[in-house]
């Protein structure tokens, strides 16, 4: 097993490190602030304006903390929208390792911080619900899995690209394309310029956004048909 370290980063939210990897969880100039600004605004928020729905159905490939199910979880209810979110981990953290992180001091919403537990306490595949929110979340690995679901988001939060090539190359990223609904919407914290050509050689409609503090830009990518 890999170790891990915890450590605070730049918006004082924790995140983890995998010693052997050197291969953060989250950015160190904020966990909270990357999260909140790549997958809530610049995923679920522009597919929410741009569809004017409220019903939303999301794929997240890498769980991690739970950080990310967690503010969509926030924002869909503050917003009274629907949600379906389905999640994929093949090294989950126990509930040790999340535990000790000390989550509820930087969280917003604290009021709802028993949801950030349930999301880890929960039992793996199977399907759950509270209020209008359903949760699946699957342990395995992104490539064997049956994922016949369509998905209006897909938060792509794998590890980086020397941590784990695998996962920016066309095989996963067709994988991406063919979960999404026409009009969905793919995005993530990378911007790699052959990443980028893949998604857009795939069939996406891609997009170079400014990034969150510390990162010049992130990519979006749209399915037009």
């Known amino acids: 097993m890999m170790r891990k370290k915890i450590f605070k980063t730049a918006d004082g939210s924790p995140s983890l490190m ?3 990897l050197k291969e953060t ?3 160190r100039h904020g966990a909270l602030t990357e999260s909140a600004y790549v997958y809530i605004e610049k995923g679920l928020d522009y597919w929410i304006e741009n569809n004017k ?3 939303v159905d999301i794929f997240e490939m890498g769980m991690g903390t739970g950080l990310n199910a967690y503010l969509t979880y926030c924002y869909c209810k503050k917003n009274h929208i629907r949600l379906n979110y389905n999640t994929i981990e093949k090294y989950p953290l126990s509930i040790q390792e999340i535990q000790s992180l000390g989550m509820k001091n930087s ?3 604290t009021e709802l ?3 950030f537990d349930w999301l880890h306490s929960s039992d793996w595949d199977k399907n759950l619900f509270t209020d209008y929110f359903s949760f699946h979340k699957s342990k395995g690995d992104f490539f064997d899995s049956t994922l016949e ?3 209006d988001v897909l938060f792509y939060d794998a590890f980086g690209y020397h941590a784990q090539p695998k996962m920016w190359q066309e095989d996963a990223l067709q994988i991406c394309y063919q979960m999404l609904k026409p009009g969905g919407v793919w995005v993530s914290y990378c911007a790699k310029g052959s990443v980028r050509r893949i998604l857009d050689s795939i ?3 891609v997009e170079r956004l400014t990034g969150p503090p510390g990162k010049r830009e992130i ?3 749209v399915k037009t048909v």
Do not use: C, V
């Open 203 to 205: 069939g996406f409609d």
């Open 107 to 109: 969280l917003p919403h």
């Open 113 to 115: 911080y028993h949801l």
């Open 149 to 151: 679901k369509k998905y």
């Open 25 to 27: 969880y989250h950015s």
């Open 219 to 221: 990519l979006r990518a």
């Open 18 to 20: 995998i010693e052997e």
């Open 53 to 55: 729905k409220n019903k």
